[in-house]
């Protein structure tokens, strides 16, 4: 029979990816029971389902990284739950700490100012099992709801939020109304019943969320703000009833009514449910960022079907349907324009104030102001899949993720409430023992408990996150996570993609040389192997071949993209090569005829191709193409801003080194990679964090003290994804591939490379924002609590500060609102 002190052992389900066979399952079942704590462990090919039977002291993310280390993948999941009760720091270490506990979570990030817990599952684990867990912690959770259906929510309550307080603030007004006019030579002196009358429903009915979580706290062998707020309270109140009712009794004679501390039961709670309110509404305008994109989706879309324009609610809009936009109206869904021409007002989506021309093949965004004209759209993605739809979801998982500077928190927060309850009882025993006053005793150890609530400890971080995370959006900077927000502050190298980052990204065929001279041929046979290319290369090589009437349309079949190289494919029987000069020298062509005036074109900033037709182990160059492409208006400026802030840029590119050379003169760079491999950008990017960084090539430099430098990417291609993953911090351009978005950590929702500098402003203000959040947080204590046990604070004196202490940290977040992006286009708007 298994003793009650020992650990009950846990089962937990995984789901593996990757098994095809009986010996899969063998591999798979031999990694589980290597894991020290494993009893057993049973693996099912036709579920793909692994059960292990481990010790209480195994974690799943033990089990998931075995399975990974013999092969397989662990198929996670993600599920997110709103939590109500918590009060402070300590109670989002309990939540977490409960959470962690279900077999199969494998990490768990609580956000006190969302009062949000974000739970990474390996398996589906069904909600209920989560909520119970908290439940059985003292708290309560239900599935996450949108910030638009909370807000609904709130709307629908039949009494305001501000209640409460205001009813608490009634009843207490009158005891602590005597306190107040004696100053003034003025004695009011409310009966002991009537004192009693009005803090009781103050105590125990408005108060009763204090002993509801309190008792959670201590049944769990914890504590918490509600923990040291209720013993408080309860402390002050039965000294005044003790006082009342039972010293008189005692001393067997008449006496003089005694001082009674009804005041300081009631106005403390009353403070602190003050200080909830306020904070609670100031952490929802931190949120106010969430708010406004969701109000950006109208209800209702105008569909042509069947030749007549129908009105429809927005959920009945497909894939493929045509919206009808009129002027003045938001665009409903993502899509591409198939009629008509307008102007686009994206502020709210991009952060640029001004109006986008769209026309016939342009895209368009969900949330968009139409200015002028009627629009076609053919709708594209709808609901979850918009634009609109992945910004709210990246801002929210911003504002609910974990920034790593709160593990200290955490640590702190988990000792906090058991230390002040003895620094308390310390206070008691000193004044009552040594001083002989154990009524003054009593309150000072109640000052103790009350200042020293730790609520603005739990929202010094994730407030200033919410608020900067809130404010870059407005401004079209994505922070996919808090972690890359935290790192971004430390930022000391960024490095440059070229084409479509600094660069318009729309280059124009300036020139053709055919070895044949017959350049409408030439181009005939480029445009057929880029007939399907997204490269801005291939689209320039397209909308040239449209415009000239001598060349013919040609088919192109086995056509394949060569990473960092070209394209290849076969036209009218050949085998054709189009791409970089380094290319060609690789397959040893022979590039003499045009290398002369080839080195004019790269001397002149131009990007080549070359065309070769390829036959067994022979490479014949057929002609050249140069392309000419335009700085981004406001790079410059964009470079000289990331230099005032102490940055050292860095260009890397594929293009040869002529293009590369123009544009980094043009842009004042100074260090610059031509000709770079899309793998090779990923080694450049741990050569500059190895200490490469300031372009002279002697190994110094940019780090300081001779560490790692922190190194940022920017980028906009496919070819920039493995840089973009390989730096401390990856920042994409909107303008460019889904892929390069996923591997970044920020993106830019336009095509500036200035909100580069603007991302590192925000990032720098948003974590000074935590480090004077966390200072308050923790001076309010260390001053607080030694004027509270020396008897110089009382427990009136001692709620107001704590109250003050928690909005205050989030008002001084707040102030991030006030923060406005520098990128040249807005400042040339």
Known sequence: ??????????????????????????????????????????????????????????????????????????????????????????????????????????????????????????????????????????????????????????????????????????????????????????????????QWLLATPVQFWLGWRFYRAGWGAARALSGNMDLLVALGTSAAYGLSLYQWLGAPAMNGHEMAAPHLYFESSAVVITLVLLGKWLETRAKRQTADAIAALNALRPDRARVRREGRDIDVALAEVRVGDLVVLRAGERVPVDGVVREGRSHLDEAMLTGESRAQAREPGDKVAAGAINAEGVLLIETTAIGAETVLAQIVRMVEQAQAAKAPIQRLVDRVSAVFVPAVLALALLTLLGWGLYAGNWEQALLNAVAVMVI?????????????????????????????????????????????????????????????????????????????????????????????????????????????????????????????????????????????????????????????????????????????LAFGDEVKPGAKQAMAALRGLGIATVMLTGDNRGAAQQVAQALSISDFRAEVLPADKARAVEALRNGDGDGDGDGDGSGKDGKRAVVAMVGDGINDAPALAAADVGIAMSTGTDVAMQAAGITLMHGDPGLAADAVDISRRTYGKIRQNLFWAFIYNLVGIPLAAFGLLNPMLAGAAMAFSSVSVVGNALLLRRWQAHTPAKEQA
């Open 1 to 194: 029979m298994t003793s009650a002190s020992t650990p009950t052992p846990r089962e937990f389900s995984l789901d593996i990816e990757g098994m095809s066979c009986a010996s899969c399952v063998n591999r798979v079942e031999k990694a589980l029971r290597a894991v020290p704590g494993v009893a057993d462990a049973s693996v099912n090919l036709a579920t793909e389902r692994a059960t292990a039977h481990a010790a209480a002291t195994v974690e799943a993310a033990q089990l998931a990284a075995a399975v990974e280390k013999a092969g397989y993948r662990v198929k996670a999941g993600h599920v997110e739950l709103d939590i109500a009760g918590m009060s402070c720091a300590s109670c989002v270490t309990r939540v977490e700490k409960a959470l962690r506990k279900v077999p199969g979570v494998s990490e768990v990030s609580v956000n006190l100012a969302t009062e949000r817990a974000s739970i990474a599952t390996l398996g589906e684990i069904a909600a209920p099992q989560l909520i119970a867990a908290v439940e059985k912690a003292g708290y309560q959770a239900t599935p996450h709801v949108t910030a638009g259906a909370a807000a609904q929510a709130r709307g629908a309550t039949a009494l305001p939020s501000w209640w409460p307080v205001a009813l608490a603030g009634a009843l207490s007004l009158p005891l602590v109304l005597p306190m107040l006019l004696m100053p003034l030579g003025l004695r009011l002196e409310l009966p002991p019943l009537w």
């Open 452 to 624: 020293a609530c730790p609520c603005a400890l739990g929202l010094a971080t994730p407030t200033a996150i919410m608020a900067g995370t809130g404010v870059a959006a407005r401004h079209g900077i994505l922070i996919k996570d808090a972690q890359a927000l935290e790192i971004a502050h430390r930022i000391e190298v960024i490095a440059f993609d070229k084409t479509g980052t600094l660069t318009v990204g729309r280059p124009r065929l300036a020139e053709l040389l055919a070895v044949d001279g017959e350049p409408g041929r030439l181009l005939a046979l480029a445009a057929a192997l880029q007939a399907s290319s997204e490269h801005p290369l291939g689209r320039a090589v397209t909308d040239a071949a449209a415009q000239r009437e001598d060349v013919q349309a040609l088919q192109a079949s086995e056509v394949r993209s060569v990473a960092g190289r070209g394209i290849e494919g076969v036209v009218d029987g050949r085998r054709l090569l189009l791409g970089s000069g380094r290319w060609m020298r690789e397959l040893q062509a022979d590039m003499q005829q045009l290398q002369a005036r080839a080195a004019e074109l790269e001397a002149q900033g131009h990007t080549l191709s070359w065309l070769a037709q390829q036959d067994g182990a022979c490479t014949d160059i057929l002609g050249l």
